[in-house]
C-alpha cells in the first residue's frame, strides 16, 4: 500500500468550458503567467497549430495570433516557459529534413502580444545549438531555461542537457553522452520542476522502458544526485509535475499509453519522502496521460527569478509589482463528521450567493482588479469556486482588491489545473479540472 500524506484531502472539481474554447487535445503545453494560462498546439486526431490565452478569473479564452514568419508552426510533445514577460517554446517540430539544422525555439513578447525573432535561428559549425526533440523536460532556474533529453528523430532518447541564458539567448551543453552515467541517462515523457537552485526529474521513458527513478540537479555546483523513491511512485511516463510550497506535486501519467492513472503525489523536499494525497468523498480525479499541470496562486511560486514562480512579478517595462495575498484558508467546518461534501459548479452565465463578482472596469474604468454587487446578477463571476472552495477561501473586497496593484491575478488562491490529456474528446471543449488541497 502507498504511504499516505500527512496533508489533508484535496477536492477536485471539473470546470466547464464554453464553445469558445480550444478543442480537447493532448501532448500540448502549457504555463502561466500573471494569472492566465497559455496552451499551444498538441494533437486531437492530428498535429495542431493554435494558440491561446485562458483568464482563470473570468473562465474566458482567448485565442491569440500563431501566424508570421516568427510564429511556430504545428507542435507536439514540446515546452513552453515563461521568463519577464515573454514565453520560450521549444521542440516539437513535426519530423522532417531541415529539423535538424534548425533551432526549434519561438518566443511570444506577452506585454505586445506577439511574437518575435529569436536571434541565432539558424546554427553555423561556431554555435551550439540543441536540434529538434520531444518529449523533453523545460524548466526555468535563475535567468536560464534548462532543457533535459527528449526524443529525437532516427536517434531514440536523448541525454542531452541544454541550458538557455535569457540574458544573452546563448546556449550551452550541461553535458552530453559521455557524461551519461552521472544522471539520468536517455530520456523522454518524463517530468521535470525547479525549486530554489535545483530541477528535479522523474520517471519518463529511457529508450522503450518506463522508469520511476528520481534526480536532482543543483545548478551551483553543476552536479547530478540520485533520491530515493521508497514508497514512491511507480513507473510513469507522460506525467506532469508542479512546484508547490517546499514540495513537488505528481500528478497522472501511465506505465503505458492505454494505461492514465489519477495519482496525486506529493514529495517533501524537507523530509525528502513521498505521500499520495487522499481525496475528499465526491471528488474523484480524472485518469489522464499527455496532459498539462500548471500551478496559479502564491504558493505554487518558488523562489526563482521567473516572475511567473517568482515572489515579484515584473511588468513589462521592467517594473515590479508588489504581491500582497490577504486571502487566507478558513476552517473547513462545513465538512461536518462524516466528510461528506455537496460539490456544485459555477457555470460561466450564472452567479451564485447574495454577493456576485465582475470586472471593475465595466463600472469604474480607474481600477482594476474585481468589485462586488450587492444582490447583482452579472454575467461573469469568479468560476474557478465551488461550495467548498468559496468558503475555505475568506476574501472580502478590500482584500482582493488592493489600491497598489489592483490586480487580481495576484491575489488568486492556490489551485492546481489539469489542462487537456487522454483519454480527450474529439470535437469538444478542452477539458480543465481544478484540484484544491484543503490546508493550502
Known amino acids: 500500500m502507498p504511504a499516505m500524506s500527512q496533508s489533508n484531502p484535496c477536492l477536485w472539481t471539473r470546470l466547464p468550458q464554453s464553445s469558445r474554447s480550444p478543442r480537447d487535445r493532448y501532448k500540448h503545453a502549457c504555463c502561466s503567467y500573471d494569472g492566465n494560462v ?3 498546439g498538441g494533437r486531437d486526431n492530428s498535429c495542431l497549430r493554435d494558440f491561446w490565452r485562458y483568464s482563470v ?3 474566458e479564452w482567448t485565442e491569440l495570433n500563431c501566424t508570421g514568419e516568427a510564429a511556430p508552426e504545428e507542435l ?3 515546452s513552453m516557459v515563461a521568463h519577464k514577460g515573454f514565453l520560450y517554446m521549444f521542440g516539437g517540430m513535426l519530423d522532417s529534413a531541415y529539423t535538424k539544422w534548425r533551432c526549434p525555439l519561438w518566443v511570444y513578447d506577452i506585454g505586445e502580444q506577439k511574437w518575435v525573432h529569436y536571434q541565432g535561428k539558424m546554427s553555423t559549425p561556431q554555435t551550439q545549438m540543441p536540434n529538434n526533440r520531444k518529449g523533453h523536460s523545460a524548466v526555468v532556474v535563475g535567468a536560464a531555461m534548462l532543457v533535459y533529453g527528449g526524443f529525437i528523430d532516427m536517434k531514440g532518447s536523448s541525454q542531452d542537457f541544454w541550458s538557455l541564458d535569457f540574458d544573452t539567448m546563448a546556449w550551452s551543453l550541461l553535458n552530453g553522452p559521455q557524461q551519461g552515467s552521472l544522471g539520468p541517462g536517455p530520456r523522454h515523457s518524463h517530468s521535470a520542476i525547479a525549486h530554489q537552485d535545483c530541477m528535479y526529474l522523474f520517471g519518463g521513458l529511457k529508450g522503450l ?4 527513478d528520481f534526480w536532482k540537479w543543483n545548478s551551483t555546483s553543476h552536479t547530478w544526485s540520485s533520491l530515493k523513491n521508497k514508497s514512491g511512485p511507480s513507473r510513469l511516463m507522460g506525467h506532469s509535475a508542479v512546484a508547490f510550497k517546499d514540495s513537488m506535486l505528481l500528478f497522472g501519467g501511465g506505465e503505458s499509453q492505454s494505461s492514465p492513472k489519477n495519482c496525486l503525489w506529493r514529495y517533501s523536499f524537507a523530509t525528502q519522502t513521498w505521500g499520495q494525497i487522499a481525496v475528499l468523498p465526491g471528488s474523484s480525479p480524472p485518469d489522464k496521460i499527455h496532459h498539462c499541470c500548471v500551478g496559479l496562486g502564491p504558493s505554487y511560486k518558488s523562489s526563482s527569478s521567473s516572475p511567473c514562480t517568482g515572489s515579484h512579478p515584473v511588468l513589462p517595462d521592467g517594473r515590479t509589482r508588489p504581491f500582497k495575498n490577504k486571502c487566507f484558508p478558513a476552517p473547513l467546518t462545513f465538512l ?3 466528510g461528506a461534501i455537496e460539490l456544485e459548479t459555477f457555470s460561466p452565465d450564472r452567479c451564485y450567493g447574495s454577493k ?6 465595466e463600472l469604474n474604468n480607474s481600477k482594476e482588479g474585481l468589485i462586488e454587487n450587492d444582490g447583482q446578477e452579472v454575467g461573469k463571476c469568479l468560476t474557478f469556486e465551488n461550495k467548498a472552495f468559496l468558503r475555505q477561501w475568506s476574501c472580502t473586497e478590500e ?8 490586480d487580481i491575478a495576484l491575489h488568486l488562491p492556490d489551485m492546481l489545473l489539469v489542462v487537456g490529456g487522454r483519454p480527450c474528446t474529439r470535437h469538444s471543449p478542452i477539458s480543465i479540472w481544478q484540484m484544491t488541497l484543503t490546508d493550502s
Open 38 to 40: 497559455y496552451i499551444l
Open 57 to 59: 478569473v473570468c473562465n
Open 76 to 78: 507536439e510533445e514540446h
Open 209 to 212: 522502458r518506463e522508469q520511476k
Open 336 to 338: 461536518g463528521s462524516d
Open 356 to 361: 456576485t463578482l465582475t470586472h471593475s472596469s
Open 399 to 406: 482584500e482582493l482588491l488592493d489600491k497598489e496593484d489592483g
